[in-house]
């Protein structure tokens, strides 16, 4: 199983970008699938998350700017980031929770982080 993240790229304040996330390889089933972010010298945070019923939930910072969605049809998880800050800036990781060959077992995977930079 793999996780190919992409859609990063380099914005001025107040742009917006949206990231993807496509899941790959034996998959059964993918429960929860999320965002994460690392900016330089920090700890890697919880952007946002959503579930399989399409329950999300966003770290504070971003409520109101970002959305995350997912398309279970293509195993795919995106982020729309909008009226984006220069403290937006980090690398962005996708996350998910997948089975391989029933619907236990779930194991987390990341993908291998896209790079947002946001100029003032």
């Known amino acids: 199983v793999q996780l190919q993240a992409s859609g990063g790229g380099l914005v001025q304040a107040g742009g917006s970008l949206r990231l993807s996330c496509a899941a790959s390889g034996n998959i059964f089933s993918i429960n929860r699938m999320g965002w994460y972010r690392q900016a330089p010298g920090k700890q890697r945070e919880l952007v946002a998350i959503i579930t399989s019923t399409r329950s999300t939930n966003y770290a504070d910072s971003v409520k109101g700017r970002f959305t995350i969605s997912r398309d279970n049809a293509k195993n795919t998880v995106y982020l729309q980031v909008n009226s984006l800050k220069p403290e937006d800036t980090a690398v962005y990781y996708c996350?998910?929770?997948?089975?391989?060959?029933?619907?236990?077992?779930?194991?987390?995977?990341w993908g291998q982080g896209t790079l947002v930079t946001v100029s003032s």
């Open positions: 996350n998910a929770e997948i089975s391989s060959n029933g619907p236990y077992n779930f194991r987390p995977y």
